[in-house]
């Protein structure tokens, strides 16, 4: 079996890179990982070093390169299926796929006004666009517990994609102390508690903080 080496940036900062982290946390995968500092004068050339989009994260199989969160994340999906990061009933794995991709795709207020920040908190200046993204979160996190999550504590029961593709947005919540409802609340308490996620964030707080990173 080939190494896995996972290409990320700032554990404080960097959403995108947490989500196939805690992927392939969650498959139980081994992996090697490389961390690039970000906002510093030799960061695109460290980056360029490795991903051909220039950008992170990146994972690496032996000689083949994907890059791209979500894309990562399917891949580990298919390396690893018996971890079940997909749901296994048809209509809540489609549902999944939706609003992982929503999340991939969309709520570019959310990520200009509330960038991912753990290891600090602010007060709430978002624009009214960013607190409307901030409800449909909540929308989508309350609608997926509803219809798919009593097996467990995550949006489909078990902890799987979906989950990791919305935990930078558990922690910009608290990061910015937007008020969530109860079932919100009860689910981000779950995915901060998750082992993986409980290592990432205490990796984040070690870190110095960047200015002006969104």
């Known amino acids: 079996m080939t190494e896995l080496t996972l290409v990320i940036g700032n554990k404080n900062h960097s959403s995108w890179s947490l989500r196939p982290w805690l992927a392939l946390k969650a498959a139980g ?12 004068p030799e960061t695109k050339t460290e980056i360029l070093r490795h991903s051909p989009s220039g950008k992170l994260p990146l994972l690496t199989d032996g000689a083949l390169p994907i890059w791209d969160s979500l894309a990562i994340c399917e891949y580990i999906a298919e390396r690893q299926p018996a971890a079940g990061l997909w749901p296994d009933a048809a209509d809540a794995r489609a549902t999944a796929r939706a609003v992982s991709a929503e999340m991939h795709a969309g709520f570019m207020a959310m990520r200009r006004d509330y960038a991912m920040d753990i290891s600090r908190r602010f007060p709430d200046q978002g624009s009214a666009e960013a607190r409307a993204d901030a409800a449909r ?21 078990r902890f799987g994609i979906a989950d990791c593709m919305f935990a930078p947005v558990v922690t910009r919540f608290r990061t910015y102390g937007l008020p969530l409802d109860a079932v919100c609340q009860a689910y981000s308490d779950a ?4 082992p993986a996620m409980r290592e990432w964030c205490q990796a984040a707080e070690a870190e110095t903080p960047l200015e002006n990173t969104n």
């Open 137 to 157: 979160v909540q929308e989508v996190w309350r609608d997926c517990r509803r219809r798919f999550g009593a097996g467990g504590d995550f949006l489909f029961g």
């Open 29 to 40: 995968l081994p992996f090697h990982e490389v961390l690039i500092g970000l906002r510093r």
């Open 191 to 194: 995915v901060f508690a998750h």
